[in-house]
């Protein structure tokens, strides 16, 4: 993939004070001062208080569990079909467009691709500020996107596809300061979006398709100062990325590899590990109780040539729990030891609390993997619960790629993708976007020259019917409770309500509202382009929204577009030219 050279312009940013935003921060008082403990503390107390306010939405998962389950009800099973656009804000950047808007206090901020940053009033589309990125050389994987933003003590954070952290005043959209996470010109890109707890700023690095040693950093969020970093691919003084040359998953599925000839050939790829891949696609989750940051990490360098790589391949296809002071490990889970298929963990883990043997409530840790399985963990220590029944189908699983070709279910995009689930705790239901994609895996062995794609082979279409499934997954059982086929492969997120309703989109460019537990559709919407990004809800002016960003998706080639639309009830009193349009 050849480096991308963006462009950029500017718009001169209003002044608007957000009142009861985040900590009390007058002026730029925020900008001159170290966010030290009480400072700190203050922040995160100003960002719980704004996570309990079901008016808002107020990180990327909504609150730090990632459930993307909003207590708002005002938009039910019985009235949703009455939902209409309210409003309308077209970016003008018309490329794919994967981010989960910020909404704290009825401003919602939204990152668009190639690192624009915009701050809409939530009720009427109308622009607040933006800010454009002035991005150097870039290499990236699956298209200029960026998911999306934290918002934390009077500023709003984002990561460059040029592997950069910036802080901007959430007030105005100026400047705070800029840090250079890692090396833009080596293909390290950041596109997922930061989370904001106890004084820091944590964000993860992406670029496994290149070569990349991944990793998850956590920066001072008033002064952009390192304070830890946690490598996602362990060095041997760090314990090794060769694991215990595992033949099964965790839950005794065959793996099919051949360990005498992985080990026979440690000593000779024995510095694979520098460069051995580990993205981390996703927002982490934060267990503030247990002191955790817990996230996903993606597949191993190159993808399909497993023989460069012997081992499991530590932390790549893992869980990863690590303490949120240090950033040092607590626990891991791999879900696929040794990866040759890209089957990696990339879709946000999602904490809930579900029932154990004795019918006592444990804190758990869901995922829904590539592998086409959603894995429910022990939140204290990793170890598995259960695994979930298929939600997609699978066959051929696990056979190994070679130079002619193989068919394997699922296909290289999953299973599920980078898209967030959803889960609901009036259902117990996990819902989750899934790809049938037949593909055919072949290898071709091929060397590292950075910053070149190394995929070590390519997946092929064969030619078969592809779909989408949506799918209700009993997390208490693992049991599928229902599920819905749409016409294409799914890419986006979800979204649950207190109003019994889950919301999704489709890459033929429908907004789609179901019943949460019948899975019964009762609503739709008809976009100007593919609807491939997470939907969030709100309320503003008295009325709940929800929005959603509708631009396409560059892995499904969805078509491309670049509107925020949000939906309500009652859209006679949206003001004359509330579209938002530039």
Same mark, same amino acid.
């Given at each position: 993939?050849?480096?991308?050279?963006?462009?950029?312009?500017?718009?001169?940013?209003?002044?608007?004070?957000?009142?009861?935003?985040?900590?009390?921060?007058?002026?730029?008082?925020?900008?001159?001062?170290?966010?030290?403990?009480?400072?700190?503390?203050?922040?995160?107390?100003?960002?719980?208080?704004? !996570?309990?306010?079901?008016?808002?939405?107020?990180? /990327?998962?909504?609150?730090?569990? #990632?459930?993307? /389950?909003?207590?708002?009800?005002?938009?039910?099973?019985?009235?949703?079909?009455?939902? &209409?656009?309210?409003?309308?804000?077209?970016?003008?950047?018309?490329?794919?467009?994967?981010?989960?808007?910020?909404?704290?206090?009825?401003?919602?901020?939204?990152?668009?691709?190639?690192?624009?940053?915009?701050?809409?009033?939530?009720?009427?589309?109308?622009?607040?500020?933006?800010?454009?990125?002035?991005?150097?050389?870039?290499?990236?994987?699956?298209?200029?996107?960026?998911?999306?933003?934290?918002?934390?003590?009077? *500023?709003?954070? !984002?990561?460059?596809?040029?592997?950069?952290?910036?802080?901007?005043?959430?007030?105005?959209?100026?400047?705070?300061?800029?840090?250079?996470?890692?090396?833009?010109?080596? +293909?390290?890109?950041?596109?997922?979006?930061?989370?904001?707890?106890?004084?820091?700023?944590?964000?993860?690095?992406?670029? +496994?398709?290149?070569?990349?040693?991944?990793?998850?950093?956590?920066?001072?969020?008033?002064?952009?100062?390192?304070?830890?970093?946690?490598?996602?691919?362990?060095?041997?003084?760090?314990?090794?990325?060769?694991?215990?040359?595992?033949?099964?998953?965790?839950?005794?599925? =065959?793996?099919?590899?051949?360990?005498?000839?992985?080990?026979?050939?440690?000593?000779?790829?024995? =510095?694979?590990?520098?460069?051995?891949?580990?993205?981390?696609? &996703?927002?982490?989750?934060?267990?503030?109780?247990?002191?955790?940051?817990?996230?996903?990490?993606?597949?191993?360098?190159?993808?399909?040539?497993?023989?460069?790589?012997?081992?499991?391949?530590?932390?790549?296809?893992?869980?990863?729990?690590?303490? $949120?002071?240090?950033?040092?490990?607590?626990?891991?889970?791999?879900?696929?030891?040794?990866?040759?298929?890209?089957?990696?963990?990339?879709?946000?883990?999602?904490?809930?609390?579900?029932?154990? @043997?004795?019918?006592?409530?444990?804190?758990?840790?869901?995922?829904?993997?590539?592998?086409?399985?959603?894995?429910?963990?022990? *939140?204290?220590?990793?170890?598995?619960?259960?695994?979930?029944?298929?939600?997609?189908? &699978?066959?051929?699983?696990?056979?190994?790629?070679?130079?002619?070709?193989?068919? !394997?279910?699922?296909?290289? #995009?999953?299973?599920?993708?980078?898209?967030?689930?959803?889960?609901?705790?009036?259902?117990?239901?996990?819902?989750?976007?899934?790809?049938?994609?037949?593909?055919?895996?072949?290898?071709?062995?091929?060397?590292?020259?950075?910053?070149?794609?190394?995929?070590?082979?390519?997946?092929?279409?064969?030619?078969?019917? %592809?779909?989408?499934?949506?799918?209700?997954?009993?997390?208490?059982?693992?049991?599928?409770?229902?599920?819905?086929?749409?016409?294409?492969?799914?890419?986006?997120?979800?979204?649950?309500?207190?109003?019994?309703?889950?919301?999704?989109?489709?890459?033929?460019?429908?907004?789609?509202?179901?019943?949460?537990?019948?899975?019964? %559709?009762?609503?739709?919407?008809?976009?100007?382009?593919?609807? @491939?990004?997470?939907?969030?809800?709100?309320?503003?002016?008295?009325?709940?929204?929800?929005?959603?960003? +509708?631009?396409? @998706?560059? &892995?499904?080639?969805?078509?491309?577009?670049?509107?925020? $639309?949000?939906?309500?009830?009652?859209?006679?009193?949206?003001?004359?030219?509330?579209?938002?349009?530039?």
């Amino acid at each position: 993939m050849r480096p991308y050279r963006s462009w950029s312009c500017r718009t001169s940013p209003l002044f608007l004070l957000l009142a009861g935003l985040v900590v009390a921060c007058h002026d730029s008082d925020v900008r001159k001062t170290s966010l030290g403990a009480t400072h700190a503390g203050e922040a995160d107390q100003a960002l719980v208080a704004a !996570m309990a306010k079901p008016a808002n939405w107020a990180s /990327y998962g909504r609150d730090w569990s #990632n459930q993307r /389950y909003s207590p708002l009800s005002r938009i039910t099973t019985a009235n949703v079909s009455k939902l &209409q656009l309210a409003w309308r804000y077209k970016t003008g950047i018309p490329h794919a467009f994967e981010a989960s808007p910020v909404v704290l206090d009825g401003i919602m901020y939204v990152s668009t691709p190639l690192n624009h940053l915009i701050a809409l009033d939530a009720g009427d589309g109308r622009k607040i500020w933006e800010h454009a990125e002035t991005l150097s050389t870039t290499v990236h994987c699956c298209g200029a996107v960026n998911r999306g933003v934290a918002v934390y003590g009077g *500023r709003v954070y !984002m990561g460059t596809l040029d592997g950069r952290l910036v802080a901007l005043d959430a007030r105005t959209g100026k400047p705070a300061w800029t840090v250079r996470v890692a090396d833009n010109e080596r +293909a390290y890109a950041i596109d997922g979006a930061p989370v904001a707890a106890d004084g820091k700023v944590i964000v993860g690095i992406s670029g +496994a398709e290149y070569g990349i040693r991944g990793f998850v950093s956590a920066y001072d969020a008033a002064t952009g100062r390192l304070i830890w970093r946690f490598y996602t691919i362990p060095s041997p003084e760090e314990g090794g990325w060769w694991g215990s040359w595992s033949t099964t998953d965790a839950f005794g599925t =065959d793996l099919h590899r051949d360990i005498v000839r992985e080990k026979s050939d440690s000593a000779r790829y024995a =510095d694979a590990w520098k460069t051995g891949g580990g993205s981390v696609w &996703q927002a982490p989750a934060i267990d503030h109780a247990l002191g955790l940051v817990i996230f996903t990490v993606g597949n191993a360098s190159p993808d399909l040539d497993g023989s460069v790589r012997p081992g499991d391949n530590l932390y790549t296809d893992c869980v990863v729990a690590v303490h $949120l002071p240090t950033g040092r490990l607590a626990w891991y889970f791999q879900e696929l030891p040794h990866d040759t298929w890209d089957l990696d963990a990339t879709s946000p883990v999602v904490l809930v609390d579900v029932p154990g @043997n004795n019918g006592v409530p444990v804190p758990a840790v869901a995922q829904a993997g590539k592998t086409g399985w959603v894995y429910v963990l022990d *939140r204290k220590t990793g170890k598995p619960i259960r695994r979930s029944d298929a939600f997609v189908p &699978q066959d051929n699983l696990f056979a190994r790629p070679t130079r002619e070709g193989v068919r !394997m279910l699922p296909g290289a #995009n999953g299973g599920s993708e980078w898209s967030p689930a959803a889960y609901s705790p009036e259902t117990g239901y996990l819902y989750v976007l899934g790809l049938h994609q037949p593909m055919l895996y072949k290898t071709k062995p091929e060397p590292l020259k950075p910053p070149a794609f190394w995929l070590g082979g390519a997946f092929y279409g064969n030619g078969e019917p %592809q779909y989408g499934l949506f799918t209700a997954v009993d997390l208490s059982t693992g049991k599928i409770a229902w599920q819905n086929r749409v016409a294409d492969p799914m890419i986006g997120g979800a979204l649950a309500t207190a109003g019994g309703l889950v919301f999704t989109g489709t890459k033929d460019k429908q907004v789609l509202a179901f019943d949460a537990k019948t899975g019964k %559709q009762l609503w739709r919407y008809q976009a100007n382009a593919g609807v @491939n990004a997470p939907p969030v809800t709100y309320t503003a002016g008295g009325r709940q929204f929800v929005a959603v960003a +509708a631009g396409g @998706n560059y &892995q499904i080639n969805a078509p491309r577009g670049d509107e925020v $639309l949000a939906f309500a009830l009652d859209t006679a009193s949206a003001p004359a030219g509330s579209t938002g349009a530039r």
